[in-house]
């Protein structure tokens, strides 16, 4: 089975603090994302990334930088958390750029709350 | 962007089927239409997709319009494990990305 895990499944953090939010995939996958998830607003694609170094903006880029140094590990960075980045983060994976209607398999969510 | 239309909740009996419809109108011609449904606590999860053609898989079937402007995710027999909210998708060949609205969210009655 393909597993996408999120290192946590619930955190809270301060305002202006740096947080890292972290995606595993194990199926060798070359498509990964970030989406929120906010009530009455649906899933948003905040950032993904088809290859280790790129990356490229969804449509809710701002106050979100993205890395991936290795292929299986796609990292979401709230440089300085502000109130209304509070919301549930849903990582996916998908098998690769050229299949370009790939499913997605997503990971469990961290529900992220910044105080 | 191509945009879906879905109803905000459905109701099922267990055993019985559903269909679920959804509308997107201003579907292009390259739009692939994408079904997607969210346990509660879980990450949505895959459930089908197509183009043209009708498409079956283990889960449910898909039945698209001839003028693709409106699909149907069909449910053979509803389970209590069926759920979810489900949500119709539309994706385009810049980066297979999913842009999910608000979703179906079906309640199964035993």
């Known amino acids: 089975d393909v597993k996408v895990t999120q290192s946590s499944r619930y955190l809270v953090k301060r305002t202006g603090e740096k947080v890292f939010l972290e995606c595993v995939q194990d199926?060798?996958?070359?498509?990964m994302f970030w989406y929120r998830q906010d009530p009455g607003l649906g899933l948003r694609l905040i950032y993904f990334s088809y290859d280790v170094k790129m990356k490229e903006k969804g449509d809710i880029p701002e106050g979100y930088s993205v890395s991936r140094e290795k292929k299986e590990r796609f990292s979401l960075i709230l440089e300085s958390a502000s109130t209304n980045q509070t919301s549930m983060y849903l990582c996916?994976?998908?098998?690769?750029?050229?299949?370009?209607?790939?499913?997605?398999?997503f990971g469990p969510g961290t529900r992220l709350t910044v105080l | 962007d191509a945009k879906t239309t879905q109803p905000n909740s459905m109701e099922s009996n267990e055993e019985e089927p559903v269909h679920l419809p959804c509308n997107h109108s201003?579907?292009?011609?390259?739009?692939?239409i994408h079904w997607y449904r969210q346990l509660p606590s879980q990450g949505p999860e895959y459930v089908i997709h197509g183009l043209t053609s009708n498409v079956n898989n283990r889960m449910a079937s898909l039945a698209i319009a001839e003028d693709r402007k409106s699909s149907t995710l069909i449910l053979h027999r509803a389970t209590l494990r069926d759920a979810a909210v489900y949500y119709c998708i539309l994706t385009y060949n810049a980066g297979n990305m999913l842009t999910f609205g608000g979703g179906t969210r079906l309640m199964v009655k035993p």
């Open positions: 199926m060798d996958h070359e498509n």
């Open positions: 201003t579907i292009s011609g390259t739009d692939y």
């Open positions: 996916a994976s998908s098998f690769s750029r050229l299949g370009l209607h790939d499913e997605q398999f």
